[in-house]
């Protein structure tokens, strides 16, 4: 219990005091008129309240990442709480800050746009294909997921496909939902529902924890237990925890929410408390399901506690989705019947409409760069309908494979963003903190980068779904991952030079 309390304590001092860092860094304009009130169109651009904005931004990038990424990563053991803590504040805040309110900066651009603007012609298209592709991966895991919940609460038509059960008629309410979210105004779904959403979601996660801080079943995960690797598939801890927990400690997939939200900005002020506030929220969520699985499951006619048990549940159903299976148990055990459905509704609604958001800005990607008007209905309807059937063809796959690629798509997203924010802050001569102290302001978003191009290079190198190196050649795969980190470091530092 004692990690658990100090790692909370951290991340609400990480936001008021590093939060506030990263915005001096940046250098606010509260004068500054934002393009919610510029280009004010009713559909995309369109002013809303600051803690409506909060809510739906925290519903939009807290999907099935910061609960089921934060699951699967408790697997390595208590390391998975160091990840959670320090990604978060150092990392995941900085990386959410910068793409919003670099977005805000540039009219609302959409991601692509604006890691382009920064890094070039070349990386701008990459950028594009990137995105929608980490987009259409996660609007099919967003739906595979919350439709096999549901189908548990409310079992509907099936239809058998590899093997499995497919919740087809779930997949068609749900895909239906998706149709409406991605063309409608953002103020009609989106802005009106999601701040509720957001709030069960919320609802859920301090339930789970005060039944957790009270629970005498299990004792929580503790750092003094050690940091070595609990995983019995002989996976690595790095890089395989830091993109296992993805959305709990940074994320790439953020970077092409935010814009969605900068768009809705009426004051820079706000952009702290709704892009780095968001992202500490969804770290907390993270924490607590982290801890929750790891303190549940116990078996005590074998000796097994904590992470045993949670390790001997996972063998038991062997092939299936473990984390959905342990949200599950968990709700309806600590609870109760109404409180566990409750809590499964509301890890429901974050990955739908997390899902339906992925495609909204799936839409404003590729508006963006066709340079299409999103005002009349049609046009919306013209870019959104092949983005829909992509979506619809990949639910076939296999989630496990879906989820897998969009892990490392997602992080590797992420680095690109963070390069980008490094870019601006320099051109931008963003280097007086104090009075008294000046210090780069580009380090804050260099330190997260160089890490974040370790782990996603040498991640597709050794991950099984990647080139796969065997244990005895992994030290290949760290470096060749870390002659990438340093020679992006020096191309970095030579453009400084000419600068």
């Known amino acids: 219990m004692i990690t658990f309390v100090l790692a909370l304590v951290a991340l609400v001092v990480g936001f008021v005091l590093y939060g506030t860092l990263v915005e001096r860094v940046f250098g606010i304009n ?22 409506r904005v909060f809510l739906v931004q925290f519903l939009n990038i807290a999907g099935l990442g910061p609960i089921f990424g934060a699951i699967m990563g408790i697997f390595f053991g208590p390391a998975a709480f160091l990840w959670i803590v320090f990604g978060t504040i150092f990392a995941g805040g900085v990386h959410d800050y910068l793409s919003g309110m670099l977005s805000l900066r540039k009219g609302g ?65 749900i895909f239906a939902y998706y149709a409406l979210a991605t063309v409608l105004p953002v103020d009609k779904l989106i802005g009106r529902f999601y701040p509720v959403f957001g709030a069960m979601l919320l609802f859920m996660g301090v339930g789970i924890m005060i039944v957790m801080l009270g629970w005498h079943g299990s004792e929580m995960p503790e750092l003094t237990d050690g940091l070595y690797n609990r995983k019995a598939d002989g996976l690595p801890i790095f890089p395989m925890m830091f993109v296992s927990i993805a959305c709990g400690a940074i994320s790439g997939f953020h970077g092409t929410q ?54 001997a549940f996972a ?44 495609l909204r800005s799936a839409r ?60 601006w802050l320099y051109k931008n001569h963003k280097s007086q903190i104090t009075n008294l102290q000046y210090i780069h302001g580009y380090l804050i978003a260099l330190i997260p980068a160089l890490f974040m191009t370790m782990v996603s290079v040498s991640y597709i190198l050794i991950a099984p779904e990647g080139f796969h190196l065997p244990e005895t050649y992994r030290w290949i795969g760290y470096a060749v991952a870390g002659v990438v980190t340093v020679a992006l470091l020096a191309l970095f530092a030579r453009w400084t030079c000419k600068k």
């Open 30 to 51: 509260p004068k500054a008129e934002t393009p919610a009130i510029t280009k004010n169109d009713g559909v995309d651009f369109v002013p809303m309240s600051g803690w």
């Open 315 to 358: 063998a038991q159903h062997k092939g299936e989705n473990i984390a959905a299976l342990v949200v599950d148990v968990v709700s309806r055990s600590w609870l109760g019947t109404v409180g566990g459905i409750l809590a499964i509704i509301g890890v429901i609604a974050a990955p739908v409409t997390s899902g339906d958001t992925a």
């Open 109 to 173: 651009a959409s991601l692509p746009e604006i890691v382009g603007s920064e890094l070039g012609t070349g990386i701008r298209v990459f950028m594009r294909v990137l995105s929608l592709v980490l987009l259409l991966l996660l609007t099919t895991t967003f739906l595979s997921g919350p439709a096999t919940l549901l189908q548990g609460l409310a079992p509907l038509g099936t239809m058998p496909f590899q093997g499995r059960l497919l919740p087809i008629a779930w997949v068609l309410i």
């Open 258 to 311: 935010s814009p969605i939200m900068s768009r809705c900005l009426t004051n820079e002020r706000q952009g702290r408390w709704v892009f780095y506030g968001a992202m500490v929220a969804e770290g907390i969520l993270a924490l607590i399901w982290a801890a929750a699985a790891g303190t549940f499951f116990a078996v005590p006619e074998e000796g097994l506690y904590g992470i045993d048990g949670l390790q």
């Open 364 to 423: 404003l990607i590729v508006a963006d760069f066709l340079h299409i008007d999103q005002k009349p209905k049609m046009k919306r309807l013209a870019i959104a309908l092949p983005l829909f059937a992509c979506v619809f063809g990949m639910v076939f796959v296999n989630f496990d494979i879906v989820w897998r690629y969009f892990s490392w798509t997602n992080q590797t997203l992420a680095m690109f963003t963070l390069w980008a924010g490094i870019v």
